[in-house]
């Protein structure tokens, strides 16, 4: 059973910094694709940023910049570092990940519970 598990959300101040942290486990054969989206308060979920398994970079426009997306193969760990941060970025920022669990299963979307985040004064 794959799970993603997000950590490090919380309140920070306009022009403040967090890390996001992404540990993934479970039976893992191959990752395409991993990244991070967030969803604010009436609004549609939306890509943050996302790293593909040749180390491949995309950022949404809002965060080019700000934001920096990285991967540790090892610890099977997705890290988010956000400088420069924005009350526009408050949302609940959440881990997705498109795996293969085994050399038999397809791949598969993967969605952590979720971390909040917050910029205010």
């Known amino acids: 059973q794959v799970q993603l598990v997000e950590f490090g959300g919380g309140l920070v101040q306009p022009g403040g910094s967090l890390r996001l942290s992404c540990a993934v486990s479970?039976?893992?054969?191959?990752?395409?694709?991993i990244g991070w989206y967030r969803q604010a308060p009436g609004k549609e979920r939306e890509l943050v940023a996302i790293?593909?398994?040749?180390?491949?970079?995309t950022y949404a426009d809002s965060v080019k910049g700000r934001f920096t997306i990285s991967r540790d193969n090892a610890k099977n760990t997705l890290y988010l570092e956000m400088n420069t941060l924005k009350p526009e970025d408050t949302a609940e920022y959440y881990c997705?990940?498109?795996?293969?669990?085994?050399?038999?299963?397809?791949?598969?979307?993967?969605w952590g519970q979720g971390t909040q985040v917050t910029v205010s004064e």
């Open positions: 997705n990940a498109n795996i293969r669990p085994s050399r038999y299963n397809p791949f598969n979307d993967y």
């Open positions: 479970g039976t893992i054969f191959s990752i395409n694709y």
């Open positions: 790293i593909t398994a040749s180390g491949s970079r």
